[in-house]
């Protein structure tokens, strides 16, 4: 499956890549190497047209935030975004990430009832905030489900990494522990997925939007949708991170590959991209 057109350049210098609804096999065979017991083989369905960074957040995009969000800024975490303006932003918990989203939606213009994240009564980012019962109608921008993430890391594959069955070819794609020298990169460096995103595998793990659970739902031989997740956000319970890191070998850089943090976690290998539901394409004018 290839996108429907689409991308988009939006005024914070993200490029979106729009992509069709779809029914995809999510997971691993256990023939797969690293296959893991929490990544059970099913179909999934992503009901919905939803748009993707095709790249992960910036330093300088992550900084410019923070100039309205001091709350987020962590002196260590600081110092290393200076490093270097394009490299992936790393250092951003979960909360962090969200704020983010909603502060990107408000940048572009997106209408405050479009926003997914609701602050808590204390109108933080922190625990004890709430998602919107409909975020997954909303236009607002968000955190990729983790369904849509691994979707788009595929690209329509179902190898263990979009590009291939071959370890030698993955350095090519990846910044990951063979190659990576133990730094985060500057983004769009390797070559991109067949959907034209670039790092989904390795240079930092990227925060999903979902409670992080230890086996996917089961249907039988029916499709798994991809429902919202809704519960209440609170530090003790782990969110989705997908995709590895610099520091990881290459198993876990693998397009199913799951793992899960409590969401006010911080590392300068964790990062994030944003992702938010497609609009409805307007009317064509008929001639």
């Known amino acids: 499956t290839k996108p429907q057109k689409n991308w988009s350049v939006n005024r914070e210098g993200h490029t979106m890549v729009t992509l069709c609804p779809a029914t995809f096999e999510m997971a691993s065979p256990p023939s797969e190497v690293g296959h893991n017991a929490n990544e059970r083989l099913h179909s999934r369905t992503i009901?919905?047209?939803?748009s993707i960074a095709a790249t992960e957040v910036t330093a300088q995009q992550y900084r410019?935030?923070?100039?309205?969000?001091?709350?987020?800024?962590?002196?260590?975490?600081?110092?290393?975004?200076q490093r270097d303006d394009a490299m992936a932003a790393g250092g951003v918990s979960w909360f962090a990430a969200a704020a983010y989203c909603n502060w990107l939606s408000g940048q572009e213009g997106i209408p405050q009832n479009q926003s997914c994240y609701i602050p808590n009564d204390e109108s933080?980012?922190?625990?004890?905030?709430?998602?919107?019962?409909?975020?997954l109608s909303r236009t607002g921008y968000r955190l990729p489900t983790e369904a849509e993430w691994e979707y788009s890391c595929?690209?329509?594959?179902?190898?263990?990494?979009?590009?291939?069955?071959?370890?030698e070819l993955l350095?090519?794609?990846?910044?990951?522990?063979?190659?990576?020298?133990?730094?985060?990169?500057?983004?769009?460096?390797?070559?991109?997925?067949?959907?034209?995103?670039?790092d989904m595998h390795g240079n930092v793990y990227e925060w999903c939007q979902?409670?992080?659970?230890?086996?996917?739902?089961?249907?039988?031989?029916?499709?798994?949708?991809?429902?919202?997740d809704i519960r209440l956000w609170v530090d003790d319970s782990r969110r989705v991170l997908r995709g590895g890191s610099i520091r990881n070998t290459s198993p876990f850089v693998r397009s199913a590959d799951r793992n899960g943090d409590r969401p006010r976690l911080l590392g300068n290998n964790i990062g994030f991209r944003v992702a938010r539901t497609a609009p409805e394409s307007p009317p064509q004018n008929k001639p």
């Open 47 to 50: 009901d919905r047209r939803f």
């Open 64 to 81: 410019r935030f923070l100039d309205d969000h001091p709350e987020f800024l962590v002196e260590d975490v600081d110092a290393w975004l």
């Open 124 to 135: 933080r980012f922190a625990e004890g905030m709430k998602l919107a019962s409909d975020y």
């Open 154 to 167: 595929r690209g329509g594959t179902s190898t263990p990494w979009s590009s291939g069955n071959s370890v």
């Open 171 to 198: 350095g090519k794609y990846s910044w990951y522990q063979n190659n990576s020298h133990d730094r985060v990169h500057t983004i769009g460096e390797l070559k991109p997925n067949l959907f034209g995103l670039f």
């Open 210 to 228: 979902e409670h992080f659970e230890s086996d996917y739902p089961s249907n039988g031989e029916t499709p798994v949708s991809d429902p919202a």
